[in-house]
C-alpha cells in the first residue's frame, strides 16, 4: 500500500511560479511512474505530467509542456513539480498518483488528497 501527500499549494500571481511537492511512503515498490493530474471547477481531471521512477523519463500534457517541469528524488520518494509562467487556467486541484508502467495517462491506483493551485489576473 501506498500513501501519498500533496504540498506546496497556494494563491499566485499570474506569470509567478510555484512548486508542488509529492511525498511517498509505504510500500512503493512495483509503483513505477508517479503522475500529476488537476482538476479544475466544473471541469474533467486532467492529465499534467508524469514520470518514471527508475529511468527518470518524463512526459507533459501539451498545455504544461515548457512551463511545467516534473522530477524525482529517489533516495526522499518525492516527487516535485516545478510549475512556471502560471496564468489563471492553471488553476485547479492539483493531485499526485502513483502506479504500474502500463502508460503515461494511467491507470493510477494510489492517490493523493490534492493541493489547491490558484492562479489570480
Known amino acids: 500500500q501506498v500513501q501519498l501527500v500533496e504540498s506546496g499549494g497556494g494563491l499566485v500571481q499570474a506569470g509567478g511560479s510555484l512548486r508542488l511537492s509529492c511525498a511517498a511512503s509505504g510500500r512503493t515498490f512495483g509503483t513505477y511512474l508517479t503522475g500529476w493530474f488537476r482538476q479544475a471547477p466544473g471541469k474533467e481531471r486532467e492529465f499534467v505530467a508524469a514520470?518514471?521512477?527508475?529511468?527518470?523519463?518524463?512526459y507533459y500534457a501539451d498545455s504544461v509542456k515548457g512551463r511545467f517541469t516534473i522530477s524525482r528524488d529517489n533516495a526522499r520518494n518525492t516527487v516535485y513539480l516545478q510549475m512556471n509562467s502560471l496564468n489563471p487556467e492553471d488553476t485547479a486541484v492539483y493531485y499526485c498518483?502513483?502506479?504500474?508502467?502500463?502508460?503515461?495517462?494511467?491507470?493510477?491506483?494510489?492517490w493523493g488528497q490534492g493541493t489547491q493551485v490558484t492562479v489570480s489576473s
Open positions: 498518483a502513483a502506479g504500474p508502467d502500463r502508460g503515461w495517462f494511467g491507470p493510477y491506483g494510489y
Open positions: 514520470i518514471r521512477w527508475s529511468g527518470g523519463n518524463t
